[in-house]
């Protein structure tokens, strides 16, 4: 799901006639710089790429960083549209479906997407009775919850506002990206512990451990950012140890992350280019 504005709901009297023909590529992503994401994913995103937040409308929303130039997303191959990481956002995993996050029970579709054809060749969009085919119902269902977790996401985002530990994201590699924010550890670490642990019972702790899982310098995002001859020492300055964070609720078991985190759920893999079932986020193959 990429841009609001090029999505129109779906009908059987203005696409009825249409196809969904299976994309092969993610070239529709290759200008995609940050793409939202949802509470399912956030940890595996957090695991492939750098976490920000944006502030729009008066509305929060949590992204993931693709690239740090508009209009260039690092992960697409500019040869054959392939995507160059284990792990690819859900909102990209819909093409060319969508929904609108404030009226998620209305699917959307766009118009302008190569991968609604005419011909015989894909599948259709509706049964013979004029509903909404199968695989188009089990796409709406993961599109609303996909939705749901984006909407979770941004109440968690406020949270953490309120408490004054979201803090415009200034550093020389962003300077051509509009407005970013991302969690001050100085201003979390500054929290009494009483301030911290409503920070934990109002659920928005994951955000704070996706902040620790910022790639290293060593790690994919920096190697393909850096072939651009783009310098990020100060986006991403060196991690303390998780045992060196005086909070006491850093510690194992306070939340799931992935057990092997280079071993990402098969359906996300690249090649795949297909959408998701509804509890598609956390499947295994």
């Known amino acids: 799901m990429l841009s609001d504005a090029s999505l129109v709901p779906l009908s059987w009297s203005a696409h009825g006639g249409l196809m969904w023909q299976r994309f092969t590529s993610y070239d529709f992503a290759a200008e ?16 492939a790429f750098p976490i920000a937040f944006r502030f729009e409308e008066g509305t929060w929303s949590v ?3 693709l690239g740090l130039v508009p209009g260039r997303n690092v992960w697409v191959d500019g040869n054959d549209g392939r995507w160059c990481q284990r ?3 859900a909102a990209l995993r819909s093409q060319p479906f969508g929904v609108h996050r404030e009226d998620p029970d209305t699917l959307c579709v766009d118009e302008s997407s190569e991968w609604l054809v005419q011909s015989y060749e894909g599948e259709p969009l509706f049964d013979d009775e004029r509903g909404l085919a199968s695989f188009v119902q089990k796409t ?40 970013l924010y991302h969690i001050d550890e100085a201003r979390w670490n ?20 996706a902040r620790t899982c910022w790639p ?17 020492p100060c986006l991403f ?23 092997n985190p280079h071993l990402m759920n098969g359906h996300f893999q690249a090649a795949k280019c297909t959408i998701c079932r509804s509890d598609d986020f956390n499947r295994k193959e």
């Open 32 to 47: 995609v710089h940050w793409v939202p994401l949802a509470e399912q994913e956030l940890a595996q995103a957090a695991l």
């Open 63 to 65: 992204v993931a960083l």
């Open 87 to 89: 792990y690819v956002p």
């Open 140 to 179: 709406h269902e993961f599109l609303k919850a996909w939705a749901n977790g984006s909407e979770k996401l941004s109440q968690l985002a406020s949270v953490l506002d309120d408490y004054g530990v979201l803090t415009s994201w200034e550093s020389p590699v962003l300077k051509e990206l509009p407005e």
């Open 190 to 209: 500054a929290l009494d512990d009483e301030a911290a642990a409503r920070v934990r019972r109002q659920g928005a702790l994951p955000l704070i451990y």
């Open 216 to 232: 290293e310098p060593t790690s994919p995002f920096f190697r393909r950012v850096t072939s651009s001859r783009v310098n990020l």
């Open 237 to 259: 300055p060196p991690r303390p140890h998780v045992s060196s964070v005086s909070k006491p609720f850093w510690k194992a078991g306070a939340m799931r992350w992935p057990k």
